[in-house]
């Protein structure tokens, strides 16, 4: 199983503010739609409730798993909880490979970031050229044992920002 991350991160690697990201790029979240579609999802409360709070309703398409001692599932297949980070990511494993799936994603944040790296065997980036003012960011050498695989220009001209999209995997140990 194929345990990846989805991250965006400033240069000064924020992935946050006020419990959401600090910046709107559209390719973001189209390419976050595009490669979560269909497979699990595993997030913290904080970003699943700015999930809903901005479409509305739970990721379409995907299983999210929630990381929180204080919710309980409701019933509704789309969304399931568990109390541990290692408690999702084996949920996680489980409904992917009952799936006949290989691959899961970690979606945020900064604590199930951070307990969850030494787990990730690839890392979605998408690297936003800016230093942003932020409350929440990777840990210092977070990239640390990954190594670049592929990177993907681009750039919103909307928004005045210069992004890539990096693809990482965990070299080998």
């Known amino acids: 199983m194929i345990v990846s991350m989805f991250v965006a991160a400033s240069d000064n690697d924020v992935i946050g503010r006020d419990g959401a990201l600090p910046w709107h790029l559209p390719e973001d979240l189209r390419r976050f739609r595009e490669l979560t579609t269909g497979h699990v999802v595993v997030m913290g409360r904080v970003t699943h409730q700015s999930i809903v709070d901005r479409l509305g309703h739970p990721l379409p398409g995907r299983t999210s798993i929630v990381v929180s001692t204080t919710l309980a599932d409701t019933g509704d297949e ?59 960011a990777m840990p210092a050498g977070w990239l640390d044992g990954f190594e670049l695989v592929d990177a993907e220009p681009g750039s919103d001209p909307k928004a005045g920002m210069r992004y890539e999209f990096l693809t990482y995997r965990r070299a080998p140990r």
């Open 78 to 136: 789309r969304v399931r909880h568990a109390t541990s980070l290692p408690a999702a990511l084996r949920l996680a494993e489980g409904i992917a490979a009952a799936a006949g799936d290989k691959e899961f994603f970690v979606a945020g944040g900064e604590s199930i970031y951070s307990e969850a790296l030494p787990s990730v065997d690839r890392i979605y980036l998408t690297r936003i050229h800016e230093v942003i003012d932020g409350d929440r």
